[in-house]
């Protein structure tokens, strides 16, 4: 098991810039795939981001494309999602989430959440 702790939201003005951590406490981020996901009330949800267990593979939904960017650091059990250009419709609960059943697929099925951290974007 793990458990995933968000931080890093807040209310920013579009075009400025967000970095989000998520640290990972139990089973080692090494074994697993990971991921970002964004969902507010009334709207699906949407993946963000997700990547390998080593970071080395990585994909992007196409709001996020050239805007975020996904990371990892293992030996510190924390993965993170630098925002940048941030538009008034990035605003959303952004989750954290883990797939342990894998370290390489990336098909977005997690198995564990974050508690979720508000960004908001006001225009």
């Known amino acids: 098991q793990v458990q995933l702790v968000e931080s890093g939201g807040g209310t920013v003005q579009a075009g400025g810039s967000l970095r989000l951590s998520c640290a990972a406490f139990?089973?080692?981020?090494?074994?697993?795939?990971m991921g970002w996901v964004r969902q507010a009330p009334g709207k699906e949800r949407e993946s963000v981001a997700v990547?390998?267990?080593?970071?080395?593979?990585?994909i992007y939904s196409d709001s996020a494309k050239g805007r975020f960017t996904i990371s990892r650091d293992n030996a510190k059990n924390t993965m993170y999602l630098e925002m940048n250009s941030l538009k008034p419709e990035d605003t959303d609960v952004y989750y954290c989430?883990?797939?342990?059943?894998?370290?390489?697929?990336?098909?977005?099925?997690?198995?564990?959440w974050g508690q979720g951290t508000q960004v908001t974007v006001s225009s």
């Open positions: 990547l390998n267990w080593n970071g080395s593979r990585k």
């Open positions: 989430a883990a797939d342990l059943r894998t370290k390489y697929v990336l098909d977005s099925a997690y198995d564990y």
């Open positions: 139990g089973r080692p981020l090494s074994d697993y795939a």
